[in-house]
C-alpha cells in the first residue's frame, strides 16, 4: 500500500513539470522553425553565389557558415564570395534605415552586373520575418542569415544597423561602413573608391 501511495505521489508531483517542459520547449523554438518552402519560393531570391570546386575561405570570414535565405542551404560564406570583390549589406527586417537602403543596392546589384556580389546579411534570427520582409519590398538580392552574428564579429562591424562591408577579391576587408547610402550613386562612388569597381 505504501509503495502505490509513493508512485501516485510521484506522478501527480512529476506531472506539472512535465507539462510545462513542453510550454518551454515550444517557446524556445528557434524563430525559423516556421519557415516554409512557399515563403521562401515567394520571396523569388536569387541564389546565394556558391564556392567554385576547389575555392577555399580567405580573410576573416574564413570558416564561418550561413544559411542561404532563398534554399535555406548552408554555405562558407568566404569560399562562396572567393575571386570577387564584394559588398555586403548587414540589416535587419526591425531595422527603418535599413528598409530605405535596401531598394538602391537592389538597383546597384542590377547596374553592377557580374562586376561585384552584392549580398544581403540578415543580423537577426528571425528568418521568417526577413523573407516576409523582402519579398514585401520586392527585393530579390542575394540574401543569407546571420543569426549568431558571425559575419558581423568576423569584420569588426559595431552592433548597429545598417552596415556595409566592402571585400577585396581575397576575402579582406577594404571598408566598413557604419551608416546608410543615400542612394545608387552613392554605393557606385564608394565601390569605387574602396574597390576600384566601377559601375
Known sequence: MVAVIVVVGLTVALWPRAEHTENTRDR???????VSEQARAAAELAPCPRAEPGATSAGPLAGITVKCLADGRSTDIAAALGGKPALL??????CAPCAEELPYL?????R??????????HSDPDEAKAL??????GIRVP????????VRNAVGAP???PVSVLLRADGSVARVMVRAFTGVDDIAATVANELGVAA
Not at 553592377?112 to 546579411?121: F, K, R
Not at 516576409?132 to 519590398?137: G, I, K, V, W, Y
Open 106 to 110: 537592389r538597383q546597384y546589384a542590377q
Open 159 to 161: 552592433a548597429v544597423l
Open 132 to 137: 516576409a520582409r523582402l519579398t514585401d519590398m
Open 143 to 150: 540574401g543569407v542569415l546571420d543569426a549568431e552574428a558571425a
Open 112 to 121: 553592377a552586373g557580374n562586376a561585384i556580389t552584392v549580398l544581403t546579411v
Open 28 to 34: 524556445a523554438a528557434p524563430p525559423n522553425a516556421g
Open 89 to 94: 549589406n548587414l540589416w535587419a527586417y526591425w
